[in-house]
C-alpha cells in the first residue's frame, strides 16, 4: 500500500474515496478513528492507500479532480 492523500479533512477524504471506487480503484482510508484519542478536534491527518500498482491511476484520477495529493 502507497500513500496517496494526507489530509484532515474527512470529507476530502471520503470524496476522494468516492471517486477512486467509481474508477475501480480499491483504497483504504487509515487513521480515521484517531479522533477518538485526539477529542475530535481534527488535528491528527488521516490518510488515503492505494495498492502500489494502481497508484498511478489514482494519481490521476485525483488530478483530474483538481485533488491535491502526495508525489
Known sequence: MKELL???DPT???YATALL???GIACFPMDVHMSVLEGSIGILPRR?????DDLNAARRAMRDNDIPINE
Open 6 to 8: 494526507r489530509t484532515n
Open 12 to 14: 476530502l477524504v471520503a
Open 21 to 23: 471506487e467509481g474508477e
Open 48 to 52: 488515503l492507500m492505494v495498492r502500489e
